[in-house]
């Protein structure tokens, strides 16, 4: 079984930033792909950004995204790391750790005043 646990997250006000973690605990296989995820008040929950199984490549959902944050993992995939900057009020919301099929509980980001 596997278990995420996000932190990290917080209010702050438009262009400051956040480091959000997640703590993977049971079978981790860097093999798998490893993401976060956001979800809005109102909207279904969609991609952030993600760490490639394998070959470990970043890859974000929007193009905005990829100057603005920065996915990493430790190198046995026990933590995932969310950097995120320039933080805007459209990216608050909750955001959640997912490896293959488990979630994690989900930390809350709030921006703006």
């Known amino acids: 079984q596997v278990q995420l646990v996000e932190s990290g997250g917080g209010s702050v006000q438009p262009g400051g930033s956040l480091k959000l973690t997640c703590a993977a605990s049971?079978?981790?296989?860097?093999?798998?792909?490893q993401a976060w995820y956001r979800q809005a008040p109102g909207k279904e929950r969609e991609l952030v950004a993600w760490v490639q199984g394998g070959t470990g490549t970043q890859y974000y959902a929007v193009d905005s995204m990829k100057g603005r944050f920065h996915i990493y993992r430790d190198q046995n995939g026990y933590k995932l790391s969310l950097d995120m900057n320039d933080l805007k009020p459209e990216d608050t919301a909750t955001y959640y750790c997912?490896?293959?099929?488990?979630w994690g509980q989900g930390t809350q980001v709030t921006v703006g005043t």
């Open positions: 997912n490896y293959r099929v488990f």
């Open positions: 049971g079978d981790i296989f860097t093999m798998f792909d």
